[in-house]
């Protein structure tokens, strides 16, 4: 984890990165960010691997990650669903931007 800047009202401007779990819990994994004591709001997140942030929750210094993916072919379009339980993101990584304090 990083702090990398300030806001004019001097919160933390944070850039965390964390591997996936390996074995995906429905509702969503957390991840810490340490440097902080509260999130106020996460500005920008990203999954590796095809996947994609399907929400996120802050409580304290933690965000709950929510992962989906698209469970369709190619040729046809549609929503996202969630990954299955148990599904195997340790191969991926997780990026978070967090302002706080």
Known sequence: MTIIGRTAEG????VVSAA??????????SVRVP????????????????YKIGGLT???NAVTVVV????????????STEVPSAT????????LVAIGV
């Open 11 to 14: 919160k933390k401007i944070a």
């Open 20 to 29: 996936g779990p390996s074995s995906y819990t429905t509702g969503g994994f």
């Open 35 to 50: 440097e902080l004591n509260r999130i106020d709001t996460v500005i920008w997140a990203f999954i590796t691997g095809g």
């Open 58 to 60: 802050v409580s304290g």
């Open 68 to 79: 989906h993916y698209y469970n369709f072919p190619a040729t046809s379009a549609g929503p």
């Open 88 to 95: 195997d993101l340790s191969g991926q990584t997780v990026t």
